[in-house]
Antibody, heavy 118, light 113 residues
Framework: QVQLVESGGGVVQPGRSLRLSCAAS????????MHWVRRAPGKGLEWVAL????????DYADSVKGRFTLSRDNSKNTLLLQMNSLRADDTAVYYC???????????WGQGTLVTVSS | DIVMTQSPDSLAVSLGERATINCKSS????????????LAWYQQKPGQPPRLLIY???TRESGVPDRFSGSGSGTDFTLTISSLQAEDVALYYC?????????FGQGTKLEIK
């Protein structure tokens, strides 16, 4: 069955960096676009970034553009989100999600909590 | 960016009664080349990831009970739960995937009256 498992969350000071990983299994990872979606405490869902199946095309929310970088290793079925210059408003549970044929999200990981605090 | 606005923000419905959540898009989500509306609905319970309920505005995801239905086209959409069950208490979100940045509604909290 499809499984997405995030890791790498934790507590980090403002301005520092963190790298999130998402390990995929149960499907042909290299055939799907992948996304990160976050939910800040007390807030709604916010789409963060996408990467195409082949890693060539990427897109980011304005709130993270220039600070976050998304990559993938199709040989290892792994998605990576490098988060630099973290701010307090980046505090959220981060979910990786598989993009279906038109980028709705049928499969989600359980999420990993990122807390940006001094 | 496409702005998604849900109404109401919260809703209390008696068990067995109908619950209706609305979602309005600031732009048309109907793609003329394939006549599909790029609109999805999700359910999220505390401590869990979102669950896809509906895509293409009205197609029910596999395994979703048939009391959940989606309707609408263009800029106005509705999620209907025909007979509310206790396990339906959750937050509900609409999402447009017409173009990036993909955007969600602010969420509707559904409770039992």
């Amino acid at each position: 069955q499809v499984q997405l498992v995030e890791s790498g969350g934790g507590v980090v000071q403002p301005g520092r960096s963190l790298r999130l990983s998402c390990a995929a299994s149960g499907f042909t990872f290299s055939s799907y676009s992948m996304h990160w979606v976050r939910r800040a405490p007390g807030k709604g869902l916010e789409w963060v970034a996408l990467i195409s199946y082949d890693g060539i095309n990427k897109d980011y929310a304005d709130s993270v553009k220039g600070r976050f970088t998304l990559s993938r290793d199709n040989s290892k079925n792994t998605l990576l989100l490098q988060m630099n210059s973290l701010r307090a408003d980046d505090t959220a549970v981060y979910y990786c999600a598989r993009g279906e044929n038109a980028d709705f999200f049928a499969y989600w990981g359980q999420g990993t909590l990122v807390t940006v605090s001094s | 960016d496409i702005v998604m606005t849900q109404s109401p923000d919260s809703l209390a419905v008696s068990l067995g009664e109908r619950a209706t959540i609305n979602c309005k898009s600031s732009q048309n989500l109907l793609y003329s080349s394939n006549n599909k509306n790029y609109l999805a609905w999700y359910q999220q319970k505390p401590g869990q990831p979102p669950r896809l309920l509906i895509y293409w505005a009205s197609t029910r995801e596999s395994g979703v009970p048939d009391r959940f239905s989606g309707s609408g086209s263009g800029t106005d959409f509705t999620l209907t739960i025909s007979s509310l069950q206790a396990e339906d208490v959750a937050l509900y979100y609409c999402q447009q995937y017409y173009n990036t940045p993909f955007t969600f509604g602010q969420g509707t909290k559904l409770e039992i009256k």
